[in-house]
């Protein structure tokens, strides 16, 4: 696609439900980074793809954060019995990882979530 | 571990002053700085990149600079404007084999009439 793809835009989930969240990144980009970001507050690193592999989760909050790529293409966080400190937006990027390349972040509009 | 820290956290100024955000960072190999701008709402969208041979480098108002010795850069915004009221996201990209990015937490600023 044209750009980073996030869904849903806007989620609304009762405490302890399970969600999901979508990232379509752009053709090509073999890096995929998940953030959060909390009202007023600046980007909180979550897990880092290349590929299909994730070298780097060390910022997954807890054992209920999950989160799989597959095909080098879509990726999904799962957020299970979620809580109301989970309340955030998440913010996706993609960016190209080989060498010389080009590595600007070119992030998608993020996935309000909304816990009450 | 790399890391990415940005001074200040947040920072009021008037319309029409200038201000200077700083960026340190300990990221290793270094491949290249950006500094992303956030609207409220938006995602980040990148300003300007520097890599290892560059100095300073201007985008309109916006002025980077970069000295890979002491490993810090700085956003300077000049005669600012309502707009410019976002958060200023510094990124630092290490390549060892392939890029991996290290994100700031960003500076807020609020530019008031």
């Known amino acids: 696609g044209a750009g980073v793809s996030q869904s849903p835009s806007n989620k609304v989930t009762e405490k302890g439900k399970d969600v999901e969240l979508r990232c379509d990144p752009i053709?090509?980009?073999?890096?995929l980074y998940w953030y959060r970001q909390r009202l007023g507050q600046g980007l909180e690193f979550l897990i880092y793809?290349?590929?299909?592999?994730?070298?780097?989760k060390s910022g997954l909050p807890s054992d209920r954060f999950s989160a799989e790529r597959t095909g080098e293409s879509v990726s999904t966080l799962t957020i299970q019995r979620t809580q109301q400190e989970d309340s955030a937006v998440y913010l996706c990027?993609?960016?190209?990882?080989?060498?010389?390349?080009?590595?600007?972040?070119?992030f998608g509009q993020g996935t309000r979530l909304t816990v009450v | 571990k790399n890391q990415v820290e940005q001074s200040p956290q947040s920072l009021i100024i008037l319309e029409g002053k200038n201000c200077t955000l700083q960026?340190?960072?300990?990221?290793?190999?270094?491949?290249?700085l950006r500094w992303y701008k956030q609207d409220t709402g938006r995602g980040p969208v990148s300003l300007t990149i520097m890599t290892f041979s560059e100095n300073t480098k201007s985008n309109g108002r916006y002025t980077a600079t970069l000295d890979a010795d002491t490993k810090q850069s700085s956003l300077h915004i000049t005669a600012s404007q309502l707009s410019d009221s976002a958060s200023y996201i510094c990124?630092?990209?290490?390549?060892?084999?392939?890029?991996?990015?290290?994100f700031g937490k960003g500076t807020m600023l609020l530019v008031s009439p």
């Open positions: 053709s090509g980009h073999t890096a």
């Open positions: 990027a993609s960016s190209f990882a080989g060498g010389r390349m080009n590595t600007e972040a070119f």
């Open positions: 793809f290349q590929g299909n592999s994730a070298p780097d």
């Open positions: 990124v630092v990209s290490a390549n060892s084999g392939y890029s991996t990015l290290t």
């Open positions: 960026c340190n960072y300990t990221v290793s190999p270094f491949s290249n």
